[in-house]
């Protein structure tokens, strides 16, 4: 029986492990180097409270990808209107997927500003009219005389939004996001994060979300910084991945937990065994195999496969950079916040923009308005306080302890909790959350068109691919790549073409 492995038991890898069983007789055998099932999707339980790693949306404008979801996990039947705060906790071990509205805000100068900013009675009372006026002016100005160049992301959001509106909502959140100025940040940024959006769509939208009043989860006509709706597994994404890795297991499929590829064996234009570690084992074990799927970073990769690399391709793959990542689990007895005095008056966010310059403090997740059975009691909030930082830096080595009593400092100190209110707190760090593109991505082709020509290995998902893919552009790369095993194709250009929205209009 032909064998296909994979590295990594994240979306990418179990999609890619699930199709072939259900598509092809070749066996998948996963390699995963932690002890957890779904990668950066996976979900972390803190006694009974868990932890999604950025809070995870599923949400797609491939129907392939929403059937795939909903065939695993079937969406809860008799929601009725949206299940808010009463959502009844009694089947919580339900494989069920629930339907809810995407709330966030922007937190700035103390005050919530709403996403998408509206031209709102309120939105112009937080700015102050002096504030509106310049950004009315500047919007006018980029719009009459736009820049002829678009070098950076800096470029990109002051042609679409104008100079004000980019300093006031824009600039601060993206450097604490990538910790390098706009400036420095490639343009294709936000071309494919932001895509169409502009202020004139985001005005229009306000009306339509307004006015719309079905309450289903397609969002095909929906820019993807605006989707109002979502699926969501009551237990977080994690536990659609790991009720996928079972289905793998009871179809004949393979799952090696804590075992780390070290490294890729090649002869020729072939890979033809990988080697790993496990965990406590000091001998690595080799395993061959006819088919090689790569979820592990681009850069790990190319190192796994040692001297046979050319030495421009090395230099390349050493220069890409990554944005790491850090949430402090908060369980707490109340906000501070006016309407929250009880969980019943819980704000509705499921997140929060934490646009504050004098904190390090990214974003808030507010993981009881993801699902109520993310938190084990009622009467408690669970919050994420998220952080971006990079491996090695002041944030990232700072001692657990001292790390969560600055994150409840900081939240205290912008008047959404007092400190008095913390009942228990955890922290968690994942390295590579983001891949960046700067550094040396802008030669990234090299590396691309180096591995699309070792003909049996695929390179899919988002640090696999080194791009910023959500879970179903992950998985979208695996099906294609399966696909094309299946269909005999030997271009592996339709996997790259994922996340661009002619692929969006391929599928329509
Ligand atoms: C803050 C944040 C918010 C997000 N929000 C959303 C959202 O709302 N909706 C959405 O759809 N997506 C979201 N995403 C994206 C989503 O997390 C990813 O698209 C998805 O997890 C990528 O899947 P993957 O399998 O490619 O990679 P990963 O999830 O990174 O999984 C890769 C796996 O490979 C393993 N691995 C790595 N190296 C090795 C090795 N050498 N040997 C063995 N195993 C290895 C890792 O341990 C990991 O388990 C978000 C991401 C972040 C960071």
Redesign the pocket.
């Known amino acids: 029986m032909k064998k296909a492995i994979i ?7 179990l999609t890619a492990a699930y199709e072939l069983l259900i598509k092809s007789d070749i066996k998948p055998i996963v ?4 002890g ?1 099932i ?4 996976k979900t972390v339980n803190y006694k009974g409270n868990r932890i999604d ?6 949400y797609s404008k491939s129907q392939t990808v929403m059937d795939w979801w909903t065939n695993i996990m079937p969406v809860e039947e008799n929601q009725g209107e949206m299940p808010e705060k009463s959502y009844k906790r009694s089947n919580k071990d339900d494989q069920k997927m629930m339907v809810r509205n995407r709330v966030s805000r922007i937190y700035y100068l103390r005050k919530f500003f709403d996403y998408p900013i509206q031209l709102s009675k309120k939105t112009l009372s937080n700015l102050g009219l002096v504030k509106v006026f310049k950004i009315g002016i500047s919007y006018s100005k980029s719009q009459l005389t736009p820049k002829k160049e678009i070098n950076s992301l800096e470029d990109f959001f002051i042609s679409r939004f104008g100079n004000e509106l980019y300093q006031t909502f824009f600039k601060d959140y993206t450097e604490k996001v990538w910790g390098v100025p706009c400036s420095e940040i490639s343009a294709e940024w936000g071309a494919q994060r932001i895509k169409e959006l502009s202020v004139w769509k985001a005005i229009l939208h306000n009306f339509k979300i307004k006015s719309k009043k079905d309450n289903s989860v397609s969002q095909k006509d929906v820019e993807t910084s605006l989707i109002e709706r979502f699926l969501y597994p009551k237990l977080g994404p994690g536990q659609m991945w790991e009720t996928v890795a079972k289905i793998i297991e009871q179809k004949g499929g393979e799952i090696i937990m804590n ?4 490294g890729l064996h090649k002869n020729g234009n072939q890979i033809k065994s990988v080697s ?1 570690q496990k965990s406590g084992d000091p001998n690595p074990h080799i395993i061959e195999g006819e088919y090689f799927f790569s ?3 681009v850069q ?1 990769l190319i190192r796994s496969m040692g001297k046979e690399v050319p030495a421009q391709i090395v230099k390349i793959s050493e220069g890409l950079k990554y944005r790491d ?1 850090i949430t402090v689990g908060l369980l707490v007895n109340k906000l501070e916040l006016s309407n929250s005095k009880s969980q019943d008056e819980l704000i509705p966010d499921n997140w929060i923009y934490i646009q504050e310059k004098d904190v390090y403090l990214g974003r808030l997740q507010i993981f009881n308005n993801w699902s109520p059975y993310m938190v084990a009691s009622d009467d408690k909030v669970w919050l994420g306080l998220e952080y971006f930082c990079n491996e090695g830096d002041h944030l990232w080595n700072m001692d657990d302890a001292d790390f969560i009593r600055m994150a409840i400092d900081e939240l205290d100190k912008i008047g959404i909790i007092k400190k008095e209110e913390v009942v228990d707190s955890t922290i968690i760090r994942m390295p590579k ?2 891949p960046s593109y700067f550094g040396s991505y802008s030669e990234f082709d090299q590396i691309k068109k180096y591995t699309m020509e070792i003909d049996n290995l695929f390179l ?5 691919m080194h791009k910023y ?6 998985m979208l790369t695996a099906i294609r790549s399966v696909d094309n095993i299946v269909s005999d194709i030997s271009s592996k250009e339709n996997i790259w073409n994922v996340n661009t929205e002619q692929e969006y209009h391929e599928e329509k």
Do not use: C, W
Not at 469 to 474: A, K, L, P, R, V
């Open positions: 590295v990594g038991a994240g979306p990418a890898g390699l995963e180097q932690s957890d779904g990668g950066i999707s790693i950025g809070g995870h949306r599923f075992a780390k590829v070290i790993y979820t592990m970073p790990e990542f959350a983001y899919i998902g988002r640090n696999g893919n959500n879970q179903d552009h992950s």
